[in-house]
């Protein structure tokens, strides 16, 4: 079974291709993590060397005090791995802003394109929450477009509550406690947007 790890060089190879799959699915418009990841490091991240500061960079990419661009709040990452084998990245962003709220939510994921259909995202999600829940958040907002069926399934199967749809956006809260009641999905609607 795939583990969820913090990045690590191990999937460096299997990063790249994964990498190539999703650029060639069109994944790296404006606001993508994809596209910000690849400004940063495509030039370099074929190297060893390079790697391991875009892996370093992630680490710190979870410190309150790290640099990062204006409106980007400290955020944590993990990989979905395969032995060897990159699968997919989620991650948790620590607090949200206003336009987090509205949009963006607490948690993204990615599935690289051949490893779909395979219960990936779920597990991704599932495994998440407790590291989530250990970070303060009580409940997390989860966001999906309208028609991503496959995206949606994943958060109701997580525990998501649809609260409502902003847009295109479909806005869920998620329990990260296990068997976290819905009380504290409902008190997480009326939370402050620093949460």
Not at 158 to 165: E, I, N, W
Request: proline share 6%.
């Amino acid at each position: 079974m795939p583990d969820l790890v913090t990045p690590t060089p191990v999937v460096h190879l299997s990063f790249l291709t994964a990498v190539e799959e999703l650029v060639a699915e069109g994944r790296t418009g404006d606001g993508s993590m994809l596209k910000r990841w690849m400004d940063l490091f495509s030039d370099r991240w074929h190297t060893a060397e390079g790697f391991a500061e875009f892996v370093a960079y992630l680490d710190a990419d979870a410190l309150p005090d790290s640099e990062r661009p204006t409106g980007h709040v400290p955020q944590s990452t993990w990989w979905l791995v395969d032995g060897g084998e990159y699968l997919g990245r989620i991650s948790v962003r620590h607090e949200l802003t206003e336009w987090l709220r509205e949009y963006g939510g607490h948690i993204g994921y990615e599935v690289r394109p051949t490893a779909r259909r395979r219960g990936h995202a779920t597990q991704m999600l599932r495994d998440v929450l407790p590291h989530a829940h250990a970070l303060g958040i009580d409940s997390a907002l989860l966001t999906c477009d309208e028609d991503n069926v496959a995206s949606a399934r994943v958060i109701e199967a997580a525990g998501g509550v649809l609260q409502d749809r902003r847009g295109i956006k479909l806005r869920y809260w998620v329990p990260t406690a296990p068997g976290g009641p819905a009380a504290d999905v409902e008190a997480a609607r009326s939370a402050p947007s620093h949460q």
